[in-house]
């Protein structure tokens, strides 16, 4: 494909909300955006079953994890997000978390960091943190399995190893 996708230009503020309808008004410019990384994935080779995984992983994180469960401007990522991201939050909002689900987030993730990157939304440094955060995998990989193989009280010892806020 010779020819380049239209782009959407955004200010980081538009993405910030603190009242319903500032969310609601976030929540259109985000399926905007991630339509826009759809079509990227989509024109960068993927096909169309490859892209609408990676897109629908990253609607996930988005929607349900930074806007709802952290309340966060999405355009304006946090050091050790995606760490709790992938090594808590997925895991005790699942049903039965597995690292290949997961897997597949963090390359969803991947690309939308590098997406944002191109688009001048996120930093160089900001870009090279939460990529980092992405490659734990064996950290990720232990922190399932040691949720799956909790007994008695062990929630409480395992869940204050990944707190919010954490950083690498």
């Known amino acids: ?27 259109g410019l985000c399926r905007r955006l ?20 990676l897109a629908y992983a990253v609607d996930y994180y988005v929607r349900d994890y930074q806007m709802d469960f952290l309340q966060q401007n999405i355009l304006r990522p946090q050091p050790g997000q995606i760490r709790y991201f992938a090594g808590n939050w997925y895991i005790t909002h699942s049903i039965e978390p597995t690292l290949e689900v997961l897997d597949r987030y963090l390359e969803g993730l991947r690309a939308w ?8 939304l996120i930093a160089t440094d900001e870009l090279a ?39 690498v």
């Open 34 to 53: 991630l339509q826009q990384f759809y079509d990227h994935l989509k024109y960068s080779g993927l096909t169309d079953q490859s892209a609408s995984e």
């Open 1 to 27: 494909m010779s020819e380049q996708l239209p782009q959407i230009d955004y200010d980081q503020d538009e993405f910030d909300f603190e009242t319903l309808e500032d969310e609601l008004r976030v929540e």
């Open 113 to 120: 960091y590098a997406f944002l990157h191109t688009r001048h």
């Open 129 to 167: 943190d939460l990529l980092q955060e992405t490659t734990q995998r064996v950290f990720y990989r232990d922190r399932i399995e040691r949720f799956l193989a909790l007994a008695g009280d062990g929630y409480e010892a395992w869940d204050r190893v990944c707190q919010r806020g954490d950083t």
